[in-house]
């Protein structure tokens, strides 16, 4: 009954463009199905489970045999996938009476199963599935199920699904292995916890709150610790006897993704910091650290051309010992201690910054103009560390975003709920056209910042001004001003404007503003910054 | 020996006409006399003069077009009945496709053809289901004419849609559905699988229904979507054209599943491209295998294939020795699933933003 049953989940997970839907189908999987193939399911959505045994040509070949080329061939150039083509166009076999394989015989087998055997054994397979099972069984032997799902999205649900808190299921997560059988009967209140011992395992993140001006008259500046916001992504540094990882926020494991981070961790200790590409100990733009994201294969060149760092700001365990009851004071201490002490590789402090008053620090925070910086943070010097966004323990305040007023030009609805809403925009802004004119050039694409009532207008009148039409994109006439805001600007070789805005979003609708007179592409240049700030101005 | 069927049947910018009966099979455009196989309005034209068609058919003609345009003259003729026109016998058979669809059965001195107009040969508790009628020429439509379509059991997609209402029992479920036959269809496969409840009908729909209904089609206890009522709307099923479905009438109703029943939404990429969160694959139109099962059925040594893709369907019956031609004909497929939705790429109109 397995596979289809998991089949029947992929197709509406694959279709499902809400991530509460998306919850509820995890949890009507977790709710229903057996062990171990409810756990073999979970591994298989967020890929922990991925095979090797089966080559696409493995595929190419069984089909072949079984169908007409010139029909083949046709079926492929209508459908598009390769996969999907064969998981339709594969003949029904009369007679076959066998049930459908359960996930975790198909796991068992294409473990064990020599190699000549395969086609015959996965030709078997799809004797018994139908069309929707067959697609689930290509894809899931050839791997790329690409659904959607993410760890942290299961780990929600599975909190969702038992009523635990996701914090625990995170912290053990990383010490349990598919079918997890034992995470399961935990879950259900049949066993204890289990216990990562030595295995390197992802512990939640302490997270900040935003400061409004309302918590900026309540601070007292000797209670507070201030950090750079520096605009890279958070990560958490595990090492020890059982291993090394890198996590992303979410707890997942991105340790590929940076080897030469993973060997410089040459220590036993947890550690939390923002993972940046630093040159010369200087950061650059979130752009250039985009370079490294979501690569499947890291190669030398980009290593070189994209160096990766580690700014240290927290110490959880050092070594088997747990700091993460300490106050911060302490642990920044211990952290000083640790840092000047093992001086790992690709891996700095980050700097405290020095302030008499409140006054003083929202002086500094708006000074601080580099692109690689996105404010201040405020730590309770007697805060543990805890998991979670505990409020009043750790501030986050952000620099005011930046802002233009640019000229709607594209439209393209979103999705989900508002599918059918044009709730995407693309924007520009003016520049000389080499012909004594001015044109407009697209310098960014927004989806959020409007209320439901500005989304409700905008989708209006870009129906009532749309000029031409490429499949779902409007081209509308040039004559709405919207002021977007954004974080920082910087230097992109992609972009036809030269320029890339760090996440822009509609402020309001200017309908009191001429397009003309919207700004120009100079004019957002000039907030492009190129240099991080040294060192020691940051220590000022 | 008996003459072919290509000596008294030709292709003509109208559509089929049979030459010795003087009467065209559903042209695109008005003319003297017309046989129609069914309602849908890329078979059934208005201005005619004089129309042939089922009872039923000629009854879904009048309510969709009005009175005056159905025809000036209808003709009722029922399955089984034979009619003389110049020399040619006229008989209609059931189709399977919608209510009153039918086979055109045209025979002449010897010789058969079968014009089948639209079918299928799945189960469908609204209309007879198709016939089949031995013939030399038979004349079939090709929409699903991919050896990728193959329709799975329209019970099984029924309850797909009932399993996701009890998974989201607080979201309305739209089903976009075309107004003539599948509509219908839907309902009474619901009913079938035991859901009771009134069911929601965009305006589009209620006066088919109602028709439906007036014919002997008990559909149970339906309803007007008032999309103003959002809370009343709540775990229930509304059915609406599929054009309805994806724009702004959706909208309004309480975190809409979308969902659409066509062959189409056989290929993912086509569904997804559409933003169908729920595809049912419940087709009126003959599947690769009904169409190859009927046309070895039949019996016929040629094939002559309407619209849709007779390029696979020609290839296919070459490998078994039955001579297939396109007729290349021109209006057809344009209701009901009418041509495969193309919907284009995104055109990267623009460059976008960084994202965090
Ligand atoms: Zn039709």
Redesign the pocket.
């Known amino acids: 009954m397995s596979v289809p049953a998991f089949a029947a989940l992929l197709e509406r997970l694959v279709f499902t463009p809400g991530r509460n839907a998306k919850l509820a189908l995890l949890r009507d999987w977790f709710a229903t199905q057996p062990d171990p193939d409810r756990g073999v399911g979970l591994a298989a959505l967020t890929e922990e489970l991925v095979f090797t045994a089966a080559k696409p040509s493995l595929i190419r070949d069984l089909v072949a045999a079984r169908t007409d080329p010139v029909l083949l061939a046709l079926s492929h150039d209508y459908v598009g996938d390769f996969a999907e083509t064969v998981a339709l166009i594969w003949p029904v076999r009369a007679g076959v009476n066998t049930p459908p394989p359960a996930l975790s015989e198909v796991v068992e087998a294409l473990e064990l199963t020599p190699k000549p055997e395969l086609p015959a054994l996965i030709g078997g397979w799809l004797d018994t599935l139908d069309s929707s099972g067959r697609l689930a069984l290509i894809k899931l032997i050839t791997g790329g199920l690409r659904v959607g799902v993410s760890g942290r999205l299961a780990r929600v649900a599975l909190s969702e699904w038992s009523g635990k808190p996701v914090e625990e299921i995170e912290e053990v997560w990383h010490g349990v292995a598919p079918p997890y059988l034992a995470l399961f009967r935990w879950l259900e209140g049949n066993a204890d916890k289990p216990d990562p011992r030595e295995a390197p395992v992802f512990r939640p993140l302490m997270l900040a709150h935003p400061l409004e001006d309302a918590d900026v008259a309540a601070l007292r500046p000797e209670e507070w610790r201030a950090e750079w916001k520096w605009d890279g992504i958070r990560v958490q540094l595990t090492a020890g006897p059982g291993g090394r990882r890198l996590w992303s926020r979410g707890g997942e494991d991105i340790t590929n993704a940076f080897p030469e981070i993973a060997e410089a961790m040459e220590f036993h200790a947890v550690l939390d910091g923002e993972l940046l590409v630093i040159r010369d100990g200087v950061v650059a733009p979130f752009a250039e650290l985009q370079q490294r994201l979501n690569r499947k294969a890291v190669t030398p060149r980009m290593m070189r051309d994209f160096p990766a760092g580690v700014r240290l700001y927290d110490l959880l365990f050092e070594g088997g010992e747990d700091l993460r009851p300490l106050p911060f004071d302490a642990r920044r201490a211990r952290l000083e201690d640790w840092v000047a002490r093992i001086a790992p590789a690709r891996m700095d402090l980050s700097p405290q910054i020095a302030f008499g008053s409140v006054a003083q620090l929202a002086e500094i925070r708006d000074g601080a103009r580099a692109a690689s910086i996105e404010g201040l943070m405020l730590k309770r010097a007697d805060s543990p560390y805890a998991a979670g966004r505990q409020k009043g323990l750790w501030w986050k305040w952000k620099r005011d975003p930046l802002s233009i007023d640019a000229v709607l030009m594209y439209a393209q609805r979103g999705h989900g709920k508002r599918s059918s809403f044009y709730s995407d925009y693309t924007f520009g802004l003016w520049r000389p056209d080499g012909e004594g004119g001015e044109e407009l050039v697209p310098v960014g694409k927004a989806y959020s910042g409007y209320t439901d009532e500005e989304l409700a207008w905008l989708d209006r009148w870009i129906r009532n001004h749309t000029t031409g039409r490429f499949g779902p994109v409007r081209e509308v006439e040039k004559s709405l001003v919207l002021e977007v805001i954004f974080d920082a600007a910087q230097l992109s070789s992609r972009h036809k404007s030269g320029v890339a805005l760090r996440f822009p979003r509609i402020a309001r609708i200017r309908t009191d503003k001429p397009a003309s007179e919207a700004d120009r592409l100079d004019n957002l240049m000039s907030y492009v910054e190129r240099r991080a700030p040294a060192e020691e101005d940051a220590a000022g | 020996m008996p003459p072919h069927p290509e000596s008294w049947l030709r292709v003509t910018p109208q559509g089929l006409y049979c030459e010795p009966g003087g009467f065209f099979i559903d042209p695109v455009r008005p003319v003297g006399r017309a046989v129609i196989t ?1 309602g ?1 309005a ?2 059934a034209r208005p201005g005619h003069d004089a129309v042939l068609a089922t009872p039923e058919t000629l009854a879904i003609m009048r309510a969709r077009m009005g009175e005056g345009a159905a025809g000036a003259a209808q003709q009722p003729i029922r399955p089984g009945e034979v009619l003389e026109q110049g020399g040619v016998a006229i008989r209609l058979a059931p189709a399977g ?2 209510l009153g ?1 039918a086979q055109v059965v045209l025979d002449w001195q010897g010789s058969r053809a079968v014009i089948s ?2 079918y299928k040969r799945q189960r469908d508790p609204t209309c007879a289901p198709f016939e089949p009628v031995p013939c030399d020429v038979f004349v079939t439509e090709a929409t699903f004419a991919l050896p990728v379509f193959r329709h799975p059991p329209p019970e099984a997609e029924v309850a797909k849609l009932l399993k996701s209402l009890a998974l989201f029992p607080e979201r309305t479920h739209v089903v976009g559905c075309y107004a003539l ?1 599948k509509c219908q269809r839907l309902i009474r496969l619901l009913r079938e699988a035991g859901w009771d409840a009134q069911i929601h009908l965009h305006g589009a729909l209620a006066s088919l229904c109602r028709l439906y209904e007036e014919l002997g089609v008990a559909l149970g206890p339906l309803a007007p979507a008032t999309v103003a009522n959002k809370a009343a709307l709540k775990g229930a099923i509304v059915l609406a054209p599929p054009s309805a479905v994806q724009d702004r009438w959706a909208r309004r109703l309480a975190e809409p599943v979308v969902a659409v029943a066509s062959g189409w939404m056989r290929v993912r990429q086509r569904a997804k491209m559409r933003g169908v969160e729920l595809p049912l694959v419940i087709s ?2 003959a599947d690769w295998d009904e169409l190859n099962r009927t046309i070895d059925e039949v019996g016929a040594p040629e094939v002559w294939v309407t619209h849709g893709r007779d390029d696979a369907l020609v290839h296919a019956l070459a490998l078994r020795g039955i001579r297939g031609r396109a007729l290349h004909l021109v209006g057809l497929g344009e ?2 699933e009418g041509p495969a939705p193309e919907v284009a790429e995104p055109a990267s109109a623009a460059e976008g933003g960084v994202q965090a």
């Open positions: 069914h849908h890329d078979h496709h919608v669809s107009g639209d036959g009126d139109h209701e009901d």
